[in-house]
C-alpha cells in the first residue's frame, strides 16, 4: 500500500446536515405529531419507543411537545445516538465503516450528513467531481428534488462501503419537519464486522466499476443492475471468467438482422485492461428509494476505446481485504489528498465470489434487447418515394412534429429519469405533481404526432396516386411508388 492512500481524504466532518442553498425547513406547530406515550418513572420501557406513533411513522418526537418529555427516546438523529464504530482501510474499495459494538438488528447506526443540494446542483457537483478525477461517490438522493452531498462535509457515514448482500439499509426518518436519512442495521452486527447496505447504485454512463463487495451474490459492476448499465452492458460467463460487452451496434432501421452481432471479438489476450470510458453514476439502495447521484465515480478515463467498438472484458474479482489502519470517530486525523484507485479487470478469478449465474447474466440483457428490438421508419426517405410535392411536405412537416415531440419528452425524461427508474412510490419521493404533468402532456403529444404522421403518410400513399400513374396505370419514372407500411 502506498503511503498516501493511508490517509483519510480531506473533508469536513459534521453532524448535521447543512443547507447553503435553501434554508432549514422549520416546523409549523401545526405539522407537530404529538405521540399517546405516557413516561412511568417505574418502567423506562414506557418511554417512546418501537411502539410510539410517531416511531412506527418514522419521525421523531419533537423536543417540548413529547409527552415523555426528556424520557423521550424517539429522537435519535436529533441527539446523534449513534453505534460505535471505527474507521478502516480496505483493500481496493478505499476507507470502510466497521462495527465497534455488538450492534442489533434494526439498531439506528448512524446519520448520513452532507450538505443539501438540489438536484441540479448535485448534478453540477458530479460532472465538477468527475472532472477533478475523484472516484469515490457520495452524493445520495434525499427525495425527487433534492440530494446529500457528503464529499466535502459528512458524517462517517461517508465511508460506508456497498455490498450486494448487505448488512445495513438507509432508512428515511421525518426530523422536526426534515427529511433525514440513517444507516441501520438489517441484522445483528457482531463487533469486528464492516458495515455495507446496497447502493442501489445507477449507471448512466461512464467507467463501470467493479464491485468488490465478496458477496455470492454479487452483480460483478457497482450499478449492474440499473437500467442505464443493463442497456449498456451485456454479460456473460465461461467458466470462470465473466465477460462484458459493451456498446452492442443497434439494429438498423432497414434491416431485420442486427447489423453487428454478439462479440466477434474474443477475450482479449492482455490480461488488463482499465475501464472507464464515459462519465459515471451511482445509485444506493435500501430499496428504491435512496440512490446516489453521478459523483466522478470512474471518471478516470484512463484508456479510451472508440464508443462504438465492441469488447470483451473479462472480469477478476478480489475479496474484500483485511483493515490495516483504524481510527476511531473522535480521533482526529491527518488528512492528505487521496491517490486515485485505477479499477483493472484480469482474466482469472483469484478469490471472492464465483460467477453469476447464466440465468441472472440473461436478465442482465433484458434493456439492451428491447432497445435492439426497436425500429424507426425514416419519414425523409418515405417522403422521397412520394411524387406529389405537396404530399412530400406534408410527411416533411409532421416528421418535424413528431421529432420535436420525442426531444421534449426526451428532455423531460432526463429529468424525471432518477424517480421514474426508482419506482418511488410515497409522496415525498414520487415526481413532482407538475412534472408529472407535462410527462403525460408530453407523452401524450408524442403519440399523436406518432399518430399523424403515419396517417398522413397513409393519406398520401393510399389516395394521392400520381397522375401519370393513375392514367396510365404504370409508373411514369420506373420508381418505387408504393410503399408497404
Ligand atoms: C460512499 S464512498 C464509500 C467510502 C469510500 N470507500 C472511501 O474511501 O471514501 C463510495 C465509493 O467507495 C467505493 N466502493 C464502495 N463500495 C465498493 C465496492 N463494493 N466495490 C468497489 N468499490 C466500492 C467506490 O469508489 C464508491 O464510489
Known amino acids: 500500500m502506498d503511503q498516501e492512500s493511508e490517509f483519510l481524504p480531506q473533508y469536513e466532518h459534521i453532524q448535521q446536515n447543512e443547507f447553503s442553498y435553501r434554508k432549514h425547513k422549520k416546523q409549523k406547530e ?32 419533537t423536543p417540548g411537545y413529547c409527552p415523555c418529555d426528556i424520557h423521550c427516546k424517539n429522537q435519535k438523529f436529533q441527539k446523534c445516538e449513534y453505534a460505535k464504530t471505527l474507521l478502516v482501510k480496505t483493500e481496493g474499495r478505499g476507507w470502510g465503516l466497521i462495527a465497534d459494538e455488538d450492534i442489533e438488528a434494526g439498531q439506528f447506526i448512524i446519520e448520513y450528513c452532507g450538505e443539501v443540494i438540489s438536484w441540479k446542483e448535485a448534478r453540477r457537483r458530479s460532472h465538477f467531481y468527475e472532472s477533478l478525477g475523484l472516484k469515490d461517490a457520495y452524493i445520495i ?3 425527487a428534488v433534492e440530494s446529500i452531498d457528503a464529499t466535502r462535509k459528512g458524517s462517517h457515514a461517508r465511508f460506508i462501503n456497498h ?16 427529511i433525514r436519512v440513517g444507516i441501520f442495521a ?10 455495507s447496505y446496497d447502493y442501489n447504485f445507477e449507471w448512466y454512463g461512464g467507467a463501470k466499476v467493479r ?10 459492476f457497482l450499478g449492474a443492475k440499473s437500467r442505464g448499465f443493463q442497456e449498456d452492458t451485456y454479460l456473460w460467463e465461461d467458466d470462470d471468467d465473466r465477460y462484458s460487452v459493451e456498446k452492442i451496434p443497434l439494429y438498423d432501421s432497414a434491416e431485420d438482422e442486427p447489423l453487428s452481432k454478439l462479440p466477434r471479438t474474443s477475450s482479449p489476450t492482455s490480461e488488463l485492461r482499465e475501464i472507464s470510458e464515459y462519465p459515471m453514476s451511482i445509485n444506493t439502495d435500501n430499496g428504491p428509494e435512496n440512490y446516489f447521484r453521478p459523483a466522478g465515480v470512474g471518471d478516470m478515463a484512463l484508456d479510451p476505446e472508440p464508443v ?41 478469478q483469484i478469490g471472492g465470489p464465483r460467477s453469476i449465474p447464466r440465468k441472472r447474466l440473461k436478465n442482465i440483457s433484458v ?12 419519414a425523409k426517405r418515405v417522403a422521397e418515394l412520394l411524387s406529389l410535392k405537396e404530399a412530400k411536405q406534408e410527411v416533411l412537416i409532421y416528421e418535424d412534429l ?32 407538475s412534472v408529472a404533468e407535462k410527462w403525460i402532456e408530453a407523452s401524450c403529444m408524442k403519440l399523436k404526432a406518432d399518430f399523424d404522421l403515419y396517417s398522413c403518410i397513409i393519406k398520401n400513399v393510399a389516395y394521392n396516386i400520381p397522375k401519370s400513374q393513375n392514367q396510365t396505370g404504370t409508373d411514369v419514372d420506373g420508381d418505387v411508388k408504393y410503399l408497404g407500411i
Open 163 to 178: 455490498s450486494c448482500q448487505p448488512n445495513c439499509e438507509t432508512r428515511k426518518w421525518h426530523v422536526m419537519g426534515e
Open 402 to 433: 413528431k421529432n420535436d415531440a420525442a426531444s421534449e419528452l426526451a428532455n423531460l425524461y432526463s429529468e424525471i429519469r432518477p424517480a421514474i427508474e426508482e419506482h418511488e412510490r410515497d409522496s415525498q419521493d414520487s415526481v413532482a405533481t
Open 30 to 61: 401545526e405539522d407537530i405529531a404529538i405521540c399517546e406515550c405516557k413516561f412511568d418513572q417505574n418502567d423506562p420501557e414506557s418511554a417512546c419507543s418501537e411502539r410510539c406513533l410517531n416511531w412506527l411513522t418514522s419521525t421523531e418526537c
Open 367 to 378: 434493456g439492451k434487447s428491447k432497445q435492439v428490438a426497436e425500429k424507426r421508419m425514416d
Open 141 to 143: 438522493s434525499l427525495n
Open 211 to 220: 464491485c468488490l463487495c465478496g458477496a455470492a451474490s454479487c452483480s460483478g
Open 186 to 195: 438489517k441484522q445483528d452486527i457482531p463487533i469486528g464486522t464492516e458495515l
Open 308 to 348: 462504438d467498438q465492441t469488447v470483451a472484458y473479462p472480469v477478476k474479482y478480489e475479496a474484500a481485504g483485511e483493515s490495516k489502519n483504524v481510527y476511531s470517530q473522535d480521533t482526529p486525523q491527518p488528512f492528505a489528498p487521496k491517490s486515485a484507485v485505477i479499477s483493472r479487470i484480469r482474466k482469472h
